[in-house]
């Protein structure tokens, strides 16, 4: 949809969401300049009705009118903000609800780039690649300071916090090169924090995504970093540290000590990891180290990209060294390390996750 504004005065729209923020700011302008010609006419009209020396009549005003107009005024203004926070607020609540098929991409600003990585393992730096028509879901967090992730043509802006991990997503209506940049003052280069996003047809960005160079998805860096850092020995049923099983939670509900649920989501794998001893599962000892500074931002998503593979779920047992029935981890099991799934029997060196398979 074309956007409703003049072009001098907005930059080009070129996403679904462009369009109802352009509404949004169309309708707040036009209200917002009905109520002040509203008042300066009102000003006007009795500066010079009531100015000194008129015969205009002063007396007291008529009770119908001193009651039910002050009634009617308070009710229009209230319902006019009523109507005008649900318009805003549903068009914000849309998008943070991106559709399940998005295509998944990951974000991390660091002083002062941008770097990006789709899920299936394609690398950018300053630059973003995405098909026309598609969603595209982002999963942001940042390295140092606080950023924030801005595409004007899309009307799309959403912060990268250290330490935590935010959600937006778009889908861009147009072929052509925008411009990305950050809007949340990060240091002395800020304003070189500059990248583009090139949108592309469907089979050019397929041409594109062939000719990037091959390496493991998120899934398998996850997998290998589950089994070097120690994760699958404590992790594993069998193991000797009594620890939860990883293997079909992600989206599931956990029960917490003291009652509390919780959802198993890309914060909630977050904060276990960094803060583990906050949230404690029911009938498990807070026995879990901290990894807070031992892992990277990247490294903290590679590794909730592998257990979200892991599958979701009701909980199944699995005969050790099989991979659950709902994994997405590429590869077949032979091709895998044991360590990619918990419960299977953990060398001392671990081996190789298997070659990525482009879908």
Same mark, same amino acid.
């Given at each position: 949809?074309?956007?409703?504004?003049?072009?001098?005065?907005?930059?080009?729209?070129?996403?679904?969401?462009?369009?109802?923020?352009?509404?949004?700011?169309?309708?707040?302008?036009?209200?917002?300049?009905?109520?002040?010609?509203?008042?300066?006419?009102?000003?006007?009209?009795?500066?010079?009705?009531?100015?000194?020396?008129?015969?205009?009549?002063?007396?007291?005003?008529?009770?119908?009118?001193?009651?039910?107009?002050?009634?009617?005024?308070?009710?229009?203004?209230?319902?006019?903000?009523?109507?005008?926070?649900?318009?805003?607020?549903?068009?914000?609540?849309?998008?943070?609800?991106?559709?399940?098929?998005?295509?998944?991409?990951?974000?991390?600003?660091?002083?002062?780039?941008?770097?990006?990585?789709?899920?299936?393992?394609?690398?950018?730096i300053n630059e973003l690649h995405v098909?026309?028509?598609?969603?595209?879901?982002?999963?942001?967090?940042? &390295?140092?300071?606080?950023?924030?992730?801005?595409?004007?043509?899309?009307?799309?802006?959403?912060?990268?916090?250290?330490?935590?991990?935010?959600?937006?997503?778009?889908?861009?209506?147009?072929?052509?090169?925008? &411009?990305?940049?950050?809007?949340?003052?990060? #240091?002395?280069?800020?304003?070189?924090?500059?990248?583009?996003?090139?949108?592309?047809?469907? &089979?050019?960005?397929?041409?594109?995504?062939?000719?990037?160079?091959?390496?493991?998805?998120?899934?398998?860096?996850?997998?290998?970093?589950?089994?070097?850092?120690?994760?699958?020995?404590?992790?594993?049923?069998?193991?000797?540290?009594?620890?939860?099983?990883?293997?079909?939670?992600?989206?599931?509900?956990?029960?917490?000590?003291?009652?509390?649920?919780?959802?198993?989501?890309?914060?909630?794998?977050?904060?276990?990891?960094?803060?583990?001893?906050?949230?404690?599962?029911?009938?498990?000892?807070?026995?879990?180290?901290?990894?807070? #500074?031992?892992?990277?931002?990247?490294?903290? &998503?590679?590794?909730t990209a592998y257990i979200r593979s892991?599958?979701?779920?009701?909980?199944?047992? =699995?005969?050790?060294?099989?991979?659950?029935?709902?994994? =997405?981890?590429?590869?077949?099991?032979?091709?895998?390390?044991?360590?990619?799934?918990?419960?299977?029997?953990?060398?001392?060196?671990?081996?190789?996750?298997?070659?990525?398979?482009?879908?």
């Amino acid at each position: 949809m074309e956007s409703l504004m003049p072009a001098w005065l907005m930059p080009i729209a070129a996403s679904t969401q462009a369009a109802k923020v352009d509404r949004i700011f169309l309708g707040l302008t036009l209200i917002s300049a009905f109520i002040v010609l509203l008042v300066v006419g009102l000003l006007v009209t009795f500066a010079i009705r009531f100015r000194r020396g008129s015969k205009a009549d002063r007396g007291p005003l008529p009770e119908v009118v001193s009651r039910e107009f002050e009634i009617g005024w308070t009710a229009a203004t209230l319902f006019i903000f009523v109507f005008i926070f649900w318009w805003a607020a549903s068009a914000e609540i849309g998008a943070f609800s991106p559709p399940k098929d998005a295509l998944e991409v990951h974000v991390v600003g660091k002083q002062w780039m941008w770097k990006t990585q789709s899920s299936n393992g394609a690398r950018e730096i300053n630059e973003l690649h995405v098909p026309v028509g598609v969603p595209v879901r982002l999963v942001l967090t940042s &390295q140092d300071v606080i950023h924030s992730f801005y595409i004007p043509a899309f009307r799309l802006k959403r912060d990268a916090v250290p330490d935590q991990t935010t959600e937006a997503w778009f889908q861009a209506t147009k072929t052509g090169t925008f &411009q990305l940049m950050c809007t949340e003052y990060c #240091g002395t280069d800020h304003a070189r924090m500059l990248g583009r996003v090139i949108v592309m047809e469907p &089979q050019d960005y397929a041409a594109w995504l062939s000719a990037q160079p091959e390496g493991d998805d998120l899934a398998h860096q996850g997998a290998r970093l589950f089994s070097e850092r120690g994760c699958s020995g404590c992790h594993a049923p069998g193991s000797a540290v009594h620890a939860p099983s990883l293997a079909g939670i992600w989206g599931q509900a956990v029960q917490l000590d003291g009652g509390k649920l919780a959802t198993v989501d890309a914060a909630y794998v977050r904060d276990s990891i960094l803060q583990p001893k906050r949230d404690i599962v029911a009938g498990y000892a807070p026995v879990m180290p901290s990894y807070q #500074g031992l892992l990277s931002d990247g490294e903290i &998503q590679a590794l909730t990209a592998y257990i979200r593979s892991l599958g979701a779920g009701p909980r199944e047992i =699995r005969t050790p060294g099989l991979p659950p029935l709902s994994s =997405r981890v590429p590869g077949t099991a032979p091709e895998r390390s044991p360590a990619m799934v918990p419960g299977a029997p953990v060398a001392d060196t671990p081996a190789p996750a298997g070659p990525a398979v482009r879908p």
